[in-house]
């Protein structure tokens, strides 16, 4: 066994925790599939705590885990049995907001909704929303580069972040990036995004925030057939029209959130479209038109416009419902989130349904439409013997039909733990050499959230799968 | 001085010739001149490899061959009315996509949907000793592996050999429209270029000229909705406002860096933010042979200067306020100038990613 006594004298007894019923809590996060117990939980206050613990974890090659809601949907926050875990919750402190410079800096347990909040009263917001966003917190979106509804007209969380201070693996602390949306030289701060922990632990992080479009323009679409709801994805980008979402749901996904929030989605529909404009009054007014005039030819039977805010509301709470929502139609389910080259989503759908079929093995469907980015929704009853690894085989098709779609094998929730053996396939090994090498830049002793992104032989330990704690308090959904 | 450039007319060829090198720094056009010499370094052109390889309108993405020009892939991507949103820089001066992504530039347009780095999707490079690395992805939306891509933007050539790069792009707005406000001060120029930022208008670019204290704003969409919001903006600063017919040649200068009548043969570009600017403006407007431009609503700065002496002043203001800048063009020693901060991580990547030392060090 490791001796902690290093580690335990840079913090006080009670955020230095051992208890066991205390740690049970850290044990698994939104992939509830796997679940591990580290050595020991860290609470540090202050970044200086973070960079001492980091640094300690080097010296004595322990293995530690950032963690900030434990909202990862790719078990990116799964601790290490032999390593530690720092819980970030308590670096919270909005550090500066200034609404001139349209920045945030922050700390990395502040939580993605509270960053739009703040900026409220300056009639700004923080773009990026997974749909976790009102507990999921920015150290963990940056080091996911997470996603949301909104991604095809803002781009994911690193578009978003321009500067950050991190503790990398080694203890040496860095700054990458500015107060500026420009720089000059190599993009550390880019390239530190979607690192998924394996770099260090973000402390400073410098967000750009945007003004907050003064309208919305959300239209529900009901069609007869998953294919004619893609369809007209394509006909509303072909227009030439920027929709800030384009979200589609399939009669499963539809059924499920009915039960749960009750949406008052067209009956009968084999699909939904959300299409969602934003922008200036004039702007929208004009668009609206263009996208009632596309909308038109795609042979829709119900159409629902939002009336004002509750209502628009109502629309996206079906929506970011749906796979909580699940939970009622199954006991047990997974997530993906493939992306797939938007002409190809049809076709995609299709395969899908077929493998469904095949497998006998139900799959709901969510997707970012806009896009490309889809999220089969795989249903087991983990009771039974065998069904998680029947679940896992069809999981491992999809992906496998993203990757020779020209696709990829995440749009958002990252790679974590569950999708690290893929990564090899998606790309070759001379660019797979080239990630390895510059992870053991970053980390020379691998002890940044091992286990996580590159295939590894530390298989974490299988558990009971399910809904996210949060999730069946109805906290949090999943994009 | 560098030798003759070498043009490689395929991924062969280029292959083959990175092996017998020593050392290779590789170029486009060489537009970015002071980004694109080195004395160490055999120079190699990437501008036989050319050309658009894929392009899906319907998808926002095309690859193209790191040689391509920028005038070229603008003019296919307006016949289907798109568009690359963040304003490529040089482009008449003949820009290739790839030194556009090596030196990291973007245009005025960068204020409204980001920059350069936000719109590349995926590289496939050749690192010093001849591997292929596909980094990144051709879909608009992949967080898989490490974001290479974005790492490339702005590393000036200095860790491998861009050959074809996948980029996403947007609907082309249908018409633009922009106006110049003058300004009583540098201050109330930033002040209103705040509050234009965090406006409802969504404006397109938001620029500045110091040298004339004049703030542009340039909307973007269709033209009734344009005219209604400039009328808006008019409205609110009266008869500072006035229209720019020739917009368009204006902020083709400010792209091409030639704004200027003098000749001012330097240009240097400097991430700014309020504080650097309170220094930096008013030395440009005390200096001779000084000609600055502000962009993205105070976010970048663009200096023109007569000679290396200028040059060598601006290294030592931005010294003094902690902020690196970059010459792009002029004959001069050393592109970096101001402060490029030290980190031993620098080194740990640069050897993990070009561990033959292939390319120069930055």
């Known amino acids: 066994m490791t001796s902690l006594d290093g580690l335990s004298s840079i913090f006080p007894s009670q955020r230095f925790v051992r208890d066991a019923a205390f740690q049970a809590a850290f044990e698994s996060d939104g992939l509830t599939a796997f679940r591990a117990k580290p050595l020991a939980v860290v609470i540090p206050e202050t970044a200086d705590e973070v960079v001492a613990a980091v640094r300690w974890c080097h010296e004595n090659s322990v293995p530690f885990v950032a963690r900030g809601s434990g909202t990862s949907l790719s078990g990116g926050s799964l601790p290490v049995a032999d390593g530690i875990v720092i819980a970030l919750n308590r670096l919270n402190r909005m550090i500066e907001l200034d609404p001139s410079e349209r920045i945030a800096i922050v700390e990395p347990g502040v939580v993605n909704q509270h960053v739009s909040d703040a900026a409220a009263p300056h009639g700004l917001y923080y773009a990026p929303d997974p749909s976790s966003q009102s507990v999921c917190t920015i150290g963990g979106n940056v080091a996911f580069n997470s996603g949301g509804a909104h991604c095809l007209k803002y ?61 919305f323009h959300t239209v529900l679409v009901g069609y007869q057939s998953l294919l004619a ?72 039977f119900a159409e629902r416009v939002a009336v004002d805010e509750a209502d628009r509301l109502s629309i996206w709470r079906g929506r970011k419902s749906a796979f909580s929502a699940v939970g009622r139609l199954s006991p047990d389910f997974l997530v993906q989130d493939g992306v797939v080259p938007r002409k190809r989503l049809g076709e995609a759908l299709v395969r899908i349904e077929q493998m469904s079929r095949e497998s006998g093995i139900r799959v709901a469907n969510v997707f970012h439409a806009g896009d490309g980015n889809l999220h089969p929704l795989i249903m087991f009853d983990g009771k039974q013997q065998g069904a998680l690894e029947r679940a896992e085989e069809l999981a491992a098709k999809l992906l496998r039909m993203c990757i020779d779609m020209g696709g990829s094998i995440t749009g958002e929730h990252g790679v974590g733990v569950e999708k690290r053996d893929f990564l090899p396939e998606m790309f070759d090994p001379s660019t797979m050499a080239m990630m390895e090498r510059l992870r053991l830049a970053f980390d020379p002793k691998l002890v940044a959230n091992p286990g996580k992104m590159f295939p590894s032989t530390e298989a974490p330990s299988l558990g009971l799968s399910g809904l996210h704690p949060l999730e069946k308090a109805g906290v949090i959904s999943r994009e | 001085m560098s030798e003759t450039v070498a043009v490689p007319e395929n991924l062969d060829a280029l292959q083959t010739l990175l092996a017998s090198e020593s050392v290779v720094l590789p170029v486009g056009n060489q537009t970015k001149l002071p980004l694109a010499v080195d004395e160490h370094a055999r120079l190699v052109s990437l501008r036989e490899l050319s050309g658009i390889l894929e392009y899906e309108p319907s998808e926002f993405t095309f690859t193209a061959y790191a040689g391509t020009p920028v005038a070229e892939v603008n003019e296919v991507l307006r016949e289907r009315q798109q568009y690359l949103p963040f304003d490529p820089m040089l482009v008449k001066a003949g820009a290739t996509m790839g030194g556009s992504v090596a030196a990291g530039l973007s245009g005025p347009g960068r204020f409204r949907y980001g920059g350069l780095r936000d719109f590349l999707l995926g590289i496939k490079f050749l690192s010093g000793d001849g591997e292929v690395i596909n980094a990144g992805g051709k879909v608009v939306k992949n967080a898989a592996g490490f974001d290479i891509p974005k790492f490339m933007a702005g590393s000036l050539g200095r860790f491998g050999v861009m050959v074809e790069l996948t980029f996403k792009v947007f609907p082309l707005p249908s018409h633009r429209q922009t106006i110049a406000v003058q300004c009583s001060s540098l201050a109330n120029a930033m002040q209103r270029m705040s509050d234009a930022a965090t406006s409802r208008w969504e404006l397109d670019a938001i ?148 561990p033959t030392m292939k390319f120069p060090q930055l």
């Open chain 1, 155 to 215: 781009g994911m969380t690193s578009n978003h972040v321009i500067g950050c201070k991190a503790v990398l693996a080694t203890g040496e602390v860095v700054t990458m990036g500015g107060r500026s949306v420009e720089a000059v030289g190599p993009d550390y701060t880019g390239l530190f995004c979607g690192s998924e922990g394996l770099f260090g632990i973000g402390l400073e992080i410098t967000l750009r925030l945007l003004p907050k479009p003064e309208r």
């Open chain 1, 229 to 300: 709801a893609g369809d007209a994805v394509s006909a509303v980008i072909d227009s030439g029209l920027l929709p800030g979402a384009l979200e589609i749901m399939d009669a499963l996904a539809i059924e499920a959130a009915e039960a749960a929030v009750a949406c008052g989605y067209p009956p009968g529909a084999a699909a939904v479209l959300i299409v969602e404009l934003e922008g200036p009054e004039e702007k929208i007014e004009y668009e609206r038109r263009q996208l009632n005039e596309v909308l038109a030819t795609t042979g829709a």
């Open chain 2, 207 to 354: 620029d500045y000229r110091p040298g004339t204290n004049t703030v542009f704003l340039r909307v973007a969409g269709p033209l009734e909705v344009n005219q209604v919001l400039v009328q808006e903006i008019s409205d609110l600063w009266g008869q500072d406002v006035k229209p720019m017919p020739d917009a368009e040649a204006f902020w083709q200068s400010v792209v091409e860096l030639d704004w200027s009548d003098s000749d001012l043969s330097f240009a240097a570009k400097i991430p700014t933010h309020p504080v650097v600017l309170r220094s930096l403006v008013p030395w440009a407007e005390q200096t001779a042979g000084v000609d600055l431009h502000v962009s993205v609503a105070g976010s970048v700065a663009w200096a023109l200067c007569e000679s290396q002496h200028e040059v060598d002043q601006l290294d030592h203001l931005l010294a003094e306020n902690s902020t690196a800048g970059l010459v792009v063009r002029g004959d001069c020693r050393q592109p970096k100038i101001g402060f490029w901060a030290k980190q031993d991580i620098a080194s740990a990547v640069k050897m993990a990613m070009d």
